[in-house]
Nanobody
Framework: QVHVVESGGGLVQPGGSLRLSCSVS????????ISWHRQAPGKERELVAH????????MHADSVKGRFAISRDNGKDRVYLEMHNLKEEDTAVYYC?????????WGQGTQVTVSS
């Protein structure tokens, strides 16, 4: 079975930093692109960042560009989201998505709360 697990969320003050991790098992990790998404209360889920299977190319949403950075370590089957200069509007549940052919696989999410 494919298992996607996010970790690293928590409560942080505006301007602070967090590092989210995504662990993926049950597939050949290096074959697949991975993306981070988030969903704030009452809002639609939105794409935050994307990374190709090799890590050679990345994409970040305009709302987080210059503050967040996606990366991966294929030797550890892990993807990371470095989050800096966090703002209250970044508060959301953050989800990791493995982009396999077909529907892909979602994790259960990790809560990030940015508040003073």
């Amino acid at each position: 079975q494919v298992h996607v697990v996010e970790s690293g969320g928590g409560l942080v003050q505006p301007g602070g930093s967090l590092r989210l991790s995504c662990s993926v098992s049950g597939l050949t990790f290096s074959n697949y692109a991975i993306s981070w998404h988030r969903q704030a209360p009452g809002k639609e889920r939105e794409l935050v960042a994307h990374i190709t299977n090799t890590g050679s190319k990345t994409m970040h949403a305009d709302s987080v560009k210059g503050r967040f950075a996606i990366s991966r370590d294929n030797g550890k089957d892990r993807v990371y989201l470095e989050m800096h200069n966090l703002k209250e509007e970044d508060t959301a549940v953050y989800y990791c998505f493995a982009r396999t052919p077909g529907p892909g696989y979602w994790g259960q999410g990790t809560q990030v709360t940015v508040s003073s």
